[in-house]
């Protein structure tokens, strides 16, 4: 009897042993904080939550996918750190300030109007953070990690360029390819893609103010300086934005963003042209566009708010 | 914490065992049960911190009553603690698990205007309070020794079977912890236990929860309105739910009875291949035995039982069900659901008296046909209590009938493969007790069908030898390398 219960126990963890080493050796995520060679596949937001630990910095920028692809070593006055995911929410925002936004000096949000909207699916299970006894054991002996190691060691072996970049960022070329592929194309198939995609049955979701209230009330007792913005609109976006129907969410989202943060700058309006978007994208506008407007429209104001208690008085 | 997640076999079960038998060891039984009562208590604390305090409330009252009853000899007396103790339990019950169903429900029949806040059912509660209302009963009948606190705690808090069963009577457990040699390290417990625990995951893991993927989708979307099953989907979504809840349920008891039998305690059985099952009457001799006990002994019986004559024994049956599907939730589509078998049970009993045949007399072949038969009742049951609503369950049932036209499939043919499988380890397998029999892995309750194997299949018996060592090792293995993806147990929302 004993044999067998050693046998057992010895052989199930032998193999679970195997397996776990073998990923740990090429962790295909970076959530151990050895990957060097950079992330092939990965969930940006897991990405994100691990990088967050073992890379440098203090500051810190929230949003969705529009700044994925951000340098954060293009940004002026901080060590910054790209904590932007695709399609983010605010429930995510508000966890991920809960427990990663510690000790940094600053932080930037990007929001937009449809963050608010209430039929956005449920948040999924990797937004939230978790301690490191519910991620790890899943993450060294998951088949989803099995397969990102084999596929992660295939893929350097091949040269082919990573996804995410050492610097933390989604990689703007292989983005800008993924999205020819895509082919929505024409003005008529964008009028398509933004009625489906943000404008119908929007609901305006009032909990959302509650938690970046709570993002701000975390950051101010934290004495972390925040400034937020709303992101910058395609002009075919724009003409969305100003149907009636929708003029009044927008004119309330900021409103209300104005009455909750001290800091609110409006780029809505200042990037419409197509030459700032990507081709065949009027969603994401190019990294060096973001570049020029935080270094000169966001980040500047950084350094006007202070987190003592008169500055923060403009809120609510 | 879930009996199939990391946290619980990497971390909680190696510490509270390797805990449990070194205190064993070292300051004997006493300290053990604290130990345990410790780490049941901070296993129940883990899913919400904040109802540990009505599980404490509960034991301390019932302990307080328990005592009240055996101590007390005024029958009179007696009897007033007894139904002061029970309303004191099921009004625990009613309002954490009931209260929303009575309100919603005033507020459609009478239209007023009643508000209640959401109330959020704490976990397990239906379990520990039978646990306790039988703890009671004996009670009051003098059935109960003067147990001690700490052995009290253990009956009724002992982790392997707080949260989703086996309903455990004090008569098996208290013994059993009151034992010294309980505390003593046996190779043999570990071994059945590690085997036990072993099977009961791989149920749940590889098969319950691969199989629900083709439950969900359909009944999520009929539950919609915009969605009608054809006959494809209907039938693959209701079979495979009906292989979902077996297998995760019967998972469930075995991981338990696995665990239990690693700390050296013996619970009852809860599942004997339900689906072989030649009768309804048989299908509840095998399904959730210790719920069937319970409602059996303190609710059929107390209502007269068979004593009163045919037509009262058929009212207090169907009384006893309805009663067995609302406990298990509140919601229309479970009493419904306990009708149903309520009905089933009383056209069995009837089929027997015009027969009077019993199901282990049959031939093979008409034994065969009756299993169909009954599965087939089965599976139209389960719509019901898987369904949200009741609307959709008719929706499900009219695609099962073949009366919805498809205009949309959602399963893929691969859902029958499964169905296939499930359907030959449900009918021509052995389970896991009569895989195990040689070792008792189970506390023996009376069963007058509890077959052994058959011969054909006498090779299957659990052996702790190398072949069975390398099969469990693997096994173990691939279950704990597929738990990425947690799930609960359905019967923790019961």
Same mark, same amino acid.
């Given at each position: 009897?004993? *044999?067998?219960?050693?046998s057992?126990?010895?052989?199930?963890l032998?193999?679970?042993?195997?397996?776990?080493?073998?990923?740990?050796?090429?962790?295909?995520i970076? !959530?151990?904080?050895w990957n060097?060679?950079g992330?092939?596949?990965?969930?940006?937001?897991?990405q994100?939550?691990?990088?967050?630990?073992?890379?440098?910095?203090?500051?810190?920028?929230f949003?969705?996918?529009?700044?994925?692809?951000?340098?954060p070593?293009?940004?002026?006055?901080?060590?910054?750190?790209?904590?932007?995911?695709?399609?983010?929410?605010?429930?995510?925002?508000?966890? $991920?300030?809960?427990?990663y936004?510690r000790?940094?000096?600053?932080?930037?949000?990007?929001?937009?109007v449809?963050?608010?909207?209430a039929?956005?699916?449920?948040?999924?299970?990797?937004?939230?953070?978790?301690?490191?006894?519910?991620?790890?054991?899943?993450?060294?002996?998951?088949?989803?990690?099995?397969?990102?190691?084999?596929?992660?060691?295939?893929?350097?072996?091949?040269?082919?360029?990573?996804?995410?970049?050492?610097?933390?960022?989604?990689?703007?070329?292989?983005?800008?390819?993924?999205?020819?592929?895509?082919?929505? *194309?024409? %003005?008529?198939?964008?009028?398509f893609?933004?009625?489906?995609?943000?404008m119908? +049955?929007?609901?305006y979701?009032?909990?959302?103010?509650?938690?970046?209230?709570?993002i701000?009330?975390?950051?101010?007792q !934290?004495?972390?300086?925040l400034?937020?913005?709303?992101?910058?609109?395609?002009?075919?976006a724009?003409?969305?934005?100003?149907?009636?129907?929708?003029?009044?969410?927008?004119?309330?989202?900021?409103?209300?963003?104005?009455?909750i943060?001290?800091?609110?700058?409006d780029?809505?309006?200042?990037?419409? %042209?197509?030459?700032?978007?990507?081709? +065949?994208?009027r969603?994401?506008?190019?990294?060096w566009?973001?570049?020029e407007?935080?270094?000169?429209?966001?980040?500047?104001?950084?350094?006007?708010? &202070?987190?003592?208690?008169?500055?923060?008085?403009?809120?609510? | 914490?879930?009996?199939?997640?990391?946290?619980?076999i990497?971390?909680f079960?190696?510490?509270?065992?390797?805990?449990?038998?070194?205190?064993g060891?070292?300051?004997?039984?006493?300290?053990?049960?604290?130990?345990?009562?410790?780490?049941?208590?901070f296993?129940?604390?883990?899913?919400?911190?904040?109802?540990?305090a009505?599980?404490?409330?509960?034991?301390?009252?019932?302990?307080?009553?328990?005592?009240?009853?055996s101590?007390?000899? %005024?029958?009179?007396m007696?009897?007033?603690?007894?139904?002061?103790?029970?309303?004191?339990?099921?009004?625990a019950?009613?309002?954490?698990?009931?209260?929303?169903?009575?309100?919603?429900?005033?507020?459609?029949w009478?239209?007023?205007?009643?508000?209640?806040?959401? =109330?959020?059912?704490?976990?397990?509660?239906?379990?520990?309070?039978?646990?306790?209302?039988?703890?009671?009963?004996?009670?009051?009948?003098?059935?109960t020794?003067?147990?001690?606190f700490?052995?009290?705690?253990?009956?009724?808090?002992?982790?392997?079977?707080?949260?989703?069963?086996?309903?455990?009577?004090?008569?098996e457990?208290?013994?059993?912890?009151?034992?010294?040699?309980t505390?003593?390290?046996?190779?043999d417990?570990? &071994? =059945?236990?590690?085997?036990?625990?072993?099977?009961?995951?791989?149920?749940?893991?590889m098969?319950?929860?691969?199989?629900?993927?083709?439950?969900?989708?359909?009944?999520?979307?009929?539950?919609?309105?915009?969605?009608?099953?054809g006959?494809?989907?209907?039938?693959?979504?209701?079979?495979?739910?009906?292989?979902?809840?077996?297998?995760?349920?019967?998972?469930?008891?075995?991981?338990?009875?696995?665990?239990?039998?690693?700390?050296?305690? !013996?619970?009852p059985?809860?599942?004997?291949?339900?689906?072989?099952?030649?009768?309804i =009457?048989?299908?509840?001799?095998r399904?959730?035995?210790?719920?069937?006990?319970?409602?059996?002994?303190?609710?059929?019986?107390?209502?007269? *039982?068979?004593?009163?004559?045919?037509?009262?024994?058929?009212?207090?049956?169907?009384?006893?069900?309805?009663?067995?599907?609302?406990?298990?939730?509140?919601?229309?589509?479970f009493?419904?659901?306990?009708g149903?078998?309520?009905?089933y049970?009383?056209?069995?009993?009837?089929?027997?008296?015009?027969?009077?045949?019993?199901d282990?007399?049959?031939?093979?072949?008409?034994?065969?046909?009756?299993?169909?038969?009954? $599965?087939?009742?089965?599976?139209?049951? #389960?719509?019901?209590?898987?369904?949200?609503?009741?609307?959709?369950a008719?929706?499900?049932?009219?695609?099962m009938?073949?009366?919805?036209?498809?205009?949309?499939?959602?399963?893929?043919?691969?859902?029958?493969? #499964?169905?296939?499988?499930?359907?030959?380890?449900?009918?021509?397998?052995?389970?896991?007790?009569?895989?195990?029999?040689?070792?008792?892995?189970?506390?023996?309750?009376e069963?007058?069908d509890?077959?052994?194997?058959?011969?054909?299949? !006498?090779?299957?018996?659990?052996?702790?030898?190398?072949?069975?060592?390398?099969?469990?090792?693997?096994?173990?293995a691939?279950?704990?390398?597929?738990?990425s993806?947690?799930?609960?147990?359905l019967?923790?929302?019961?």
């Amino acid at each position: 009897m004993r *044999g067998y219960f050693f046998s057992v126990i010895g052989g199930a963890l032998a193999v679970v042993l195997a397996k776990a080493v073998f990923i740990a050796t090429v962790d295909p995520i970076g !959530r151990l904080g050895w990957n060097h060679g950079g992330i092939y596949f990965a969930l940006e937001r897991e990405q994100k939550e691990s990088a967050v630990k073992w890379r440098g910095h203090d500051a810190v920028f929230f949003t969705n996918s529009k700044l994925s692809m951000q340098d954060p070593a293009e940004l002026d006055a901080y060590r910054w750190f790209n904590f932007a995911a695709g399609g983010m929410r605010i429930e995510e925002m508000a966890g $991920f300030v809960e427990a990663y936004v510690r000790d940094q000096s600053a932080c930037v949000l990007g929001l937009d109007v449809w963050m608010m909207h209430a039929g956005h699916p449920p948040v999924t299970e990797v937004a939230h953070p978790r301690p490191w006894f519910a991620w790890l054991p899943s993450y060294l002996t998951s088949w989803r990690s099995f397969f990102r190691t084999t596929g992660t060691l295939q893929r350097r072996w091949a040269g082919v360029s990573p996804v995410i970049t050492s610097g933390g960022f989604l990689d703007a070329t292989l983005f800008a390819e993924r999205l020819a592929r895509k082919n929505i *194309g024409g %003005d008529a198939e964008w009028d398509f893609w933004f009625e489906q995609n943000l404008m119908s +049955n929007f609901v305006y979701c009032e909990k959302r103010l509650t938690m970046l209230k709570q993002i701000r009330d975390t950051l101010k007792q !934290r004495g972390v300086k925040l400034v937020v913005f709303l992101h910058p609109q395609h002009e075919q976006a724009l003409q969305f934005l100003e149907r009636p129907e929708f003029a009044a969410h927008q004119k309330r989202f900021l409103k209300d963003l104005r009455g909750i943060f001290p800091v609110v700058v409006d780029l809505t309006k200042e990037y419409p %042209d197509d030459r700032f978007y990507f081709t +065949n994208d009027r969603l994401h506008y190019f990294p060096w566009v973001s570049t020029e407007f935080l270094n000169a429209r966001v980040i500047p104001l950084l350094e006007q708010t &202070s987190h003592d208690a008169r500055a923060m008085e403009g809120g609510e | 914490m879930l009996f199939n997640s990391h946290i619980f076999i990497l971390f909680f079960l190696p510490i509270t065992l390797l805990g449990y038998y070194w205190l064993g060891a070292r300051f004997g039984s006493r300290i053990c049960k604290v130990w345990l009562v410790a780490a049941s208590l901070f296993y129940y604390a883990w899913w919400n911190p904040a109802y540990l305090a009505i599980l404490v409330a509960s034991i301390l009252v019932n302990y307080g009553f328990g005592f009240a009853l055996s101590s007390t000899a %005024d029958s009179v007396m007696r009897k007033r603690v007894l139904i002061l103790g029970i309303v004191l339990n099921l009004a625990a019950l009613a309002y954490y698990k009931y209260a929303n169903f009575f309100v919603d429900n005033i507020q459609v029949w009478f239209g007023l205007d009643w508000t209640l806040k959401t =109330i959020i059912l704490p976990l397990a509660i239906s379990f520990f309070t039978f646990q306790q209302i039988a703890f009671l009963c004996d009670a009051a009948k003098g059935e109960t020794r003067e147990y001690r606190f700490m052995d009290y705690c253990l009956f009724v808090t002992f982790f392997p079977q707080l949260i989703a069963g086996p309903i455990v009577h004090h008569k098996e457990m208290m013994p059993q912890f009151a034992r010294e040699d309980t505390y003593r390290m046996r190779w043999d417990n570990l &071994s =059945i236990g590690l085997t036990l625990f072993t099977i009961g995951l791989f149920k749940k893991v590889m098969i319950a929860d691969s199989i629900a993927g083709y439950s969900t989708p359909v009944f999520t979307l009929a539950q919609g309105g915009e969605f009608t099953p054809g006959a494809f989907d209907a039938w693959s979504a209701a079979l495979a739910y009906t292989f979902q809840i077996y297998f995760d349920f019967s998972g469930y008891s075995d991981m338990a009875l696995g665990l239990g039998r690693l700390f050296g305690i !013996r619970l009852p059985m809860n599942f004997f291949s339900p689906y072989k099952s030649a009768s309804i =009457i048989e299908f509840w001799r095998r399904w959730h035995i210790t719920l069937s006990r319970f409602l059996r002994d303190y609710l059929y019986f107390p209502l007269g *039982g068979n004593r009163k004559g045919p037509v009262r024994r058929q009212i207090n049956l169907m009384i006893t069900m309805l009663l067995g599907g609302f406990w298990h939730g509140a919601g229309w589509t479970f009493i419904i659901w306990g009708g149903l078998h309520g009905l089933y049970l009383v056209l069995n009993h009837f089929w027997r008296m015009l027969m009077g045949k019993k199901d282990d007399t049959m031939a093979w072949p008409v034994r065969a046909v009756c299993v169909v038969v009954t $599965f087939f009742f089965v599976v139209v049951s #389960w719509v019901f209590f898987r369904a949200e609503a009741i609307e959709p369950a008719l929706t499900m049932l009219k695609g099962m009938a073949g009366m919805n036209e498809a205009e949309l499939v959602v399963n893929k043919m691969s859902a029958y493969y #499964w169905i296939i499988a499930a359907l030959i380890i449900s009918w021509a397998l052995p389970n896991a007790i009569q895989v195990t029999a040689a070792f008792q892995p189970s506390y023996e309750i009376e069963r007058e069908d509890q077959a052994p194997m058959p011969r054909w299949q !006498r090779w299957m018996h659990w052996q702790p030898n190398r072949i069975w060592a390398t099969a469990m090792a693997v096994v173990l293995a691939l279950c704990v390398l597929s738990l990425s993806k947690v799930t609960e147990f359905l019967y923790f929302q019961f």
